[in-house]
């Protein structure tokens, strides 16, 4: 079993910036990926940026290149995603994600946080 521990997000005037935080505790699963996704209203739940814990390779999604960044902390396995120059289109619900396979792929990914609210006015 892998928790994950979510922080960060909340109301943002657009071209503001947030930085998530997802810490990872139990079952190890190095080998794979961490991330975040998100959920807008009336959309399907996509793949924002994710890591490979091993390799360090990342993917993004074409929306958020130049503007978001995911990194990680090996010590404290914790992925972060900073987030500038947001835009209203951004707000939706975050996920952070654990034990993907493939970086970009929703369905590979095994275990999820709750997710927390990011909204971004106009």
């Known amino acids: 079993q892998v928790q994950l521990v979510e922080s960060g997000g909340g109301l943002v005037q657009a071209g503001g910036s947030l930085r998530l935080s997802c810490a990872a505790s139990?079952?190890?699963?190095?080998?794979?990926?961490m991330g975040w996704f998100r959920q807008a209203p009336g959309k399907e739940r996509e793949a924002v940026a994710t890591i490979s814990w091993s390799s360090g390779s990342t993917y993004y999604a074409d929306s958020v290149k130049g503007r978001f960044t995911i990194s990680r902390s090996n010590a404290k396995n914790t992925v972060y995603l900073q987030m500038n120059s947001l835009k209203p289109e951004d707000t939706a619900v975050y996920y952070c994600a654990a034990g993907g396979r493939r970086l970009g792929v929703v369905g590979d990914y095994d275990y999820w946080g709750q997710g927390t609210q990011v909204t971004v006015s106009s």
């Open positions: 139990g079952r190890t699963a190095s080998n794979y990926a």
